[in-house]
């Protein structure tokens, strides 16, 4: 059961771009690389020359990819909730605290009564909304990571003034919208004891399905409205590290008792010896999906060793390698191994019309964010001169004054090699935690 395409993972943006320099042509050094990502993302925010004149209630979200207004007239300006998650950690990290606070505002405005947020959003109109949100997901793992931008922001701001009354009502808004966003991460838990998932939390609302519709010749994306039910690997994941720093901002023991049942569940059920990682997650009735996903293997490292599992990790450290790949001049991690690119085989033939099962192990691709969580794991596992050359192979793909590019090569429904919030955000944890930033080092841990 695959929890969603990697496209629908991020955001809806595939375009090719065009030249691109390397660092090395640059000169840049990581640092300034570095500084360059986070310049660059403070770009990406709204309103700004791509667009200037936002819906009132998206202001300071980020636009997820750097791609013109020409070349995809109908997402050149989506925001992906997780990519401005990421893009306030980011900014909190490197001590850019103004900027931080009006992408959680922008956040804090839109989460829906039920303390939800969509999994995107038009920052050019008002889609999604209560009345139209066609295609619109709601997602446990991007409202964990929204979850966790609010606690970590709050636990590294300065304190507020004595007099600043304003300051603190704010802070008192953030903490408590990240306890709506929780609320609402526990209203997706499976419940019954008797469940295979006890314990973890089911994915949200929405689903995407690829279709190949022969009197069109074209693939479409069919939108089921309805509760998503499956469970999620990286979805829990997200999830138990932003309740247990909602557990550290309030000290309430249900926050901590629903990450332990998240934790016991994932090392339960979800760890599979067979592979030596994380399986990707279970369907509604419980059948387990042991597709082989790189976040199962490296964002599942940075969970077993923030849950005292050094051994399971350092299993799971060397799991990461069967991603391995190489694209021209670039290195690094595939999403998947022994997984059709797509779903079925009208549309595999359709996108490869010689090889319509073609796996994810024949394709030479880099997928930068990806590979960026390889490089914050090993750095994890006290490996930091591993780390470094995991980014350092990442040169090729940075773009000239601007993004890191998502991936190597584009896949339609799948992957966009456009600049990127998430990449560029990925590479400012891994960057400044490798420069010994405390707030970095605390990231994830």
Excluded at 22 to 39: H, K
Excluded at 217 to 242: K, Q
Aim: charged share 20%.
């Amino acid at each position: 059961m695959r929890t969603a395409s990697l496209l629908l993972h991020r955001s809806i943006v595939l375009v090719t771009i065009g030249p691109f320099c390397t660092l090395a042509c640059t000169g840049q050094s990581l640092d300034d690389w570095n500084i360059a990502s986070q310049n660059w993302l403070r770009g990406q925010v709204t309103p700004n020359h791509v667009v200037p004149d936002p819906d009132p209630s998206r202001r300071h979200l980020l636009i997820s990819y750097d791609v013109s207004p020409a070349k995809l007239p109908t997402g050149f300006h989506r925001s992906a909730t997780y990519d401005d998650a990421l893009a306030a950690l980011s900014f909190t990290i490197s001590g850019r605290m103004d900027a931080a606070n009006l992408t959680l505002q922008a956040l804090a405005r839109l989460v829906r009564p039920d303390g939800s947020l969509w999994f995107s959003y038009s920052t050019a109109n008002s889609w999604p909304d209560e009345s139209e949100h066609d295609s619109a997901l709601v997602r446990a793992g991007s409202i964990g990571w929204a979850g966790y931008a609010f606690t970590f922001y709050l636990a590294h701001a300065p304190p507020c003034a004595a007099q600043d009354a304003g300051c603190a009502r704010e802070r008192t808004s953030f903490l408590a919208t990240a306890v709506r966003l929780g609320n609402y991460l526990l209203s997706l838990e499976s419940t019954r004891p008797e469940h295979l998932c006890y314990g973890l939390l089911r994915q949200g609302y929405g689903s995407i399905r690829l279709s190949y519709r022969p009197d069109a010749r074209d693939v479409i994306e069919e939108y089921l409205d309805s509760p998503a039910l499956g469970f999620s690997t990286e979805n829990n994941i997200s999830s138990w590290f932003f309740l247990r720093a909602l557990l550290q901002l309030t000290g309430e023991p249900r926050w901590k008792d629903a990450a332990d049942r998240i934790r016991r569940g994932l090392l339960r059920v979800e760890w599979d010896e067979r592979i030596s990682q994380f399986d990707e997650g279970f369907s509604p009735g419980g059948q387990r999906d042991s597709v082989k996903a790189l976040d199962c293997a490296s964002w599942g490292a940075l969970f077993l060793i923030a849950a005292g599992e050094a051994d399971k990790a350092q299993t799971a450290l060397r799991s990461m390698e069967t991603y391995a790949s190489r694209d021209g001049d670039a290195a690094g991690y595939r999403p998947y191994f022994d997984e059709p690119i797509y779903p079925s085989f009208e549309i595999g033939k359709f996108y490869f019309p010689g090889e319509p099962r073609k796996q994810w192990r024949d394709l030479p691709l880099v997928w930068s964010e990806g590979t960026l969580g390889v490089a914050l794991a090993y750095l994890r596992m006290g490996q930091p001169d591993r780390a470094r050359k995991i980014v350092q192979a990442l040169q090729p793909l940075q773009v000239a004054s601007n993004g890191l590019r998502y991936a190597s090569r584009e896949m339609p429904h799948q992957m966009s090699d456009s600049p990127s919030v998430a990449a560029s955000s990925w590479l400012v944890f891994v960057a400044e935690a490798m420069k010994g930033n405390a707030r970095a080092e605390q990231f994830w841990k």
